[in-house]
């Protein structure tokens, strides 16, 4: 009696320990390997200068947080990314839309995927070139790296528009606006939003990138400042920023918003 | 519709049939490629001059430095062809060793959850890690390297390109065909047969995956290192030009840089992936709407696979 009773609880328990023993155990044996043979070899294996420790570089992110630095720079490479990808994504949907004729195709294919395989430092040094320390050479950047990206995912979304459904709306006579609302944009929404992520990931690389050559703020700048004077520490400080700052915008602000504008279908398409 | 004006000012005096000719001629998107880059170089020829600055040479000029370099006349280091073969070495060293270490670590992670779940969280990283960030940290391990064998141009290569080999060799042990191997143990079959005719065919197409993104994002961190720590390659070459101050050399460059892309693209790529994938029935990696496409529904694959839950 007790056995057959006991027997879905000790399976429970079983399951919940190969839980433990195939996901978490080898999972944190990973972060606290790498964080140890780190920090184990800094000063040790490499000079402490070369390969500063994790907490060295966490101590220094915090002064550099203190010093108030963190947010001029922030908000000013911010502020770039947020105009340049502003005008690339609408630039890129517009561009998308005419490219699913085969026309347009033909008139921007060439450009679309010179861009997409050219490494952004060209962009870079060549916006730098021209437009100087102004902030605008950054911005330019940003819009010409990455409204392939937009245009390229919203082209596809509107080549697989349901045709059906149009007809069937045309049958009822249901009116332009009607449609638009009702076909058109729920079934582009998916790929608006995978326009809008890879672009941004696009974006975010490229204005850092072109803040190294032709800039005097933004985090990229720093990072370049921090490399020549040979500071790895705060290099190393202005390196995680960099990412928690893409990981941020990335993951907390898209995905969230993403997932909330699904919330209305039962499996999300764009993740 | 913009090419209608076109047309009847270019045909206006031919007969009625050339004119239709014409016609049909300007509604295919071969037209519309072509007119896409005469009227790039015609606003680049007359409209540049109007802008306030004067630090955007013309075409011709432009192209003439392109041609010097060709021809193997600079006034840099290395000409183009050297700096290119220079920087192709050192791809393909880096690549080289990227696939040695990447492949056994991504056999693992497809065979065993608990190696998967170690490294999972670092590739995610990798994947999304800017190269940039790799060019600069070896740049001040490695400092400058000298000569072809530079330290820190070849371990970007193998940093940047590392991600995705792994991600692509774990995804594609996860695709073999389990009925495929069970039916060949269920045969008797040798295992060097079931590796020739089922793991390696289906394998296949995520090598070639790696190869392609691999590459891609090697290359693009490449460059990036022979910025800051060479002597010598096609980056140091662009960074020579605009330390110059010569945009004619960027823009040269610049040029260079999106000729070879189209040039690994278009013919490279798509006969190789075409010789890869003979015995398919349909190929899927060369999409046939164009290799842009192509490319961003791998990248597609690669940035999901970035977003944490691993699904292509």
């Known amino acids: 009696m007790s056995t057959t009773e006991a027997a879905p609880e000790r399976l429970q328990e079983s399951h919940l320990r190969r839980e433990l023993r195939t996901r978490w155990i080898p999972r944190i044996a990973g972060y606290v390997g790498f964080l140890a043979v780190w920090t184990w070899a800094s000063g040790r294996l490499v000079e402490a200068f070369l390969l500063p420790s994790p907490l060295a570089i966490l101590k220094e992110m915090w002064e550099i947080i203190e010093s108030g630095l963190f947010s001029v720079h922030f908000f000013a490479t911010l502020q770039k990314i947020a105009i340049g990808y502003s005008i690339a994504f609408v630039l890129g949907t517009a561009v998308g839309i005419i490219m699913a004729r085969r026309w347009w195709d033909g008139f921007f294919r060439e450009w679309v995927v010179s861009i997409l395989t050219t490494p952004g430092l060209i962009f870079a040094l060549l916006a730098a070139l021209i437009f100087g320390f102004s902030p605008v050479g950054p911005i330019v950047a940003i819009v010409v790296t990455s409204f392939p990206f937009v245009t390229v995912n919203v082209a596809e979304g509107v080549k697989a528009l349901p045709k059906d459904l149009f007809d069937m709306a045309r049958a009822f006579r249901i009116g332009e606006v009607r449609r638009l609302r009702h076909v058109v944009i729920p079934f582009l929404a998916p790929y608006l939003f995978t326009a809008l992520r890879y672009g941004f990931s696009v974006a975010w690389k490229i204005a850092t990138l072109t803040e190294l050559f032709g800039s005097s703020t933004g985090i990229g700048f720093m990072m370049r400042r921090e490399f020549q004077l040979f500071n790895i520490t705060a290099m190393l400080a202005w390196i995680f920023f960099f990412f928690a700052f893409a990981l941020l915008l990335e993951k907390v602000l898209l995905q969230r918003g993403i997932k909330r504008f699904f919330r209305w279908r039962q499996e999300s398409v764009v993740t | ?312």
């Open chain 2, 1 to 312: 519709m913009a090419w209608e004006d076109i047309v009847t000012s270019t045909a206006l005096p031919a007969p009625p049939t050339f004119l239709a000719r014409v016609r049909t001629f300007v509604a295919t998107p071969r037209f519309a490629r072509i007119l896409s880059l005469v009227l790039f170089f015609a606003a680049w020829q007359f409209v540049v001059p109007l802008l306030p600055t004067r630090l955007i040479p013309l075409p011709a000029k432009v192209l003439g430095f392109m041609w010097d370099e060709v021809l193997g006349n600079t006034l840099g280091r290395t000409t183009v062809w050297e700096a290119f073969g220079i920087s192709l070495a050192r791809l393909g060293i880096g690549f080289g060793l990227a696939f040695v270490i990447g492949v056994p670590i991504g056999l693992l992670m497809g065979v065993s959850r608990a190696v998967e779940n170690f490294f999972h969280d670092f590739v995610v990283v990798g994947l999304a890690m800017p190269s940039l960030v790799w060019a600069l940290l070896t740049g001040v391990w490695f400092g400058l390297g000298t000569g072809l064998i530079a330290g820190a141009p070849i371990i970007t290569v193998v940093l940047a390109a590392l991600p995705f080999v792994i991600i692509n060799t774990f995804e594609g042990v996860r695709d073999v065909p389990r009925e495929l191997s069970d039916m060949a143990t269920a045969y008797n079959v040798a295992r060097t047969k079931v590796m020739r005719h089922v793991t390696i065919p289906s394998l296949m197409p995520f090598f070639f995956a790696s190869l392609r993104y691999g590459l891609a994002n090697g290359w693009k961190g490449l460059v990036l290192a022979e910025v800051f720590a060479a002597t010598s390659g096609a980056g140091w070459n662009i960074k020579y030009w605009y330390d110059a101050h010569r945009a004619q050399g960027v823009i040269g460059y610049a040029l260079f840089f999106i000729l070879f892309a189209l040039f690994v693209e278009r013919i490279v790529f798509q006969r190789f992936s075409k010789r890869v994938f003979k015995w398919r029935p349909e190929i899927e990696t060369v999409a046939e709407p164009g290799a842009g496409l192509a490319q961003l529904e791998a990248e597609q694959l690669v940035t999901i696979g970035a977003d944490g839950g691993i699904a292509i």
